[in-house]
């Protein structure tokens, strides 16, 4: 019964702060601003290591496009797949 909940409550979480998101990226290119900050990464990185988590929703789609291209995450990328 309390997995349950805890299952419906992060569901419910998840989508309200999809949608929060959804909003501000109609005005600005990143969560705070036009710049990248530390939301931009925390947000997105379950997004970029689990595209399957992400929602159909186009906005929220190209944020993670963007933070996912940024010079120093494709560094890191690049990195971890060498040291494979």
């Given at each position: 019964?309390?997995?349950?909940?805890?299952?419906?409550?992060?569901a419910e979480a998840t989508n309200q702060l999809c949608q929060?998101?959804?909003?501000?990226?109609?005005?600005?290119?990143?969560?705070m601003n036009n710049r990248y900050s530390a939301a931009d990464l925390l947000c997105s990185s379950p997004f970029i290591w689990l595209p399957d988590l992400l929602p159909d929703d186009q906005a929220?789609?190209?944020w993670v496009?963007?933070?996912?291209?940024?010079?120093?995450?494709?560094?890191m990328a690049e990195r971890d797949a060498r040291a494979r």
């Amino acid at each position: 019964m309390l997995l349950n909940a805890a299952s419906v409550f992060r569901a419910e979480a998840t989508n309200q702060l999809c949608q929060f998101a959804t909003i501000l990226l109609c005005f600005y290119t990143f969560l705070m601003n036009n710049r990248y900050s530390a939301a931009d990464l925390l947000c997105s990185s379950p997004f970029i290591w689990l595209p399957d988590l992400l929602p159909d929703d186009q906005a929220l789609r190209d944020w993670v496009h963007r933070c996912r291209e940024r010079p120093a995450t494709v560094r890191m990328a690049e990195r971890d797949a060498r040291a494979r």
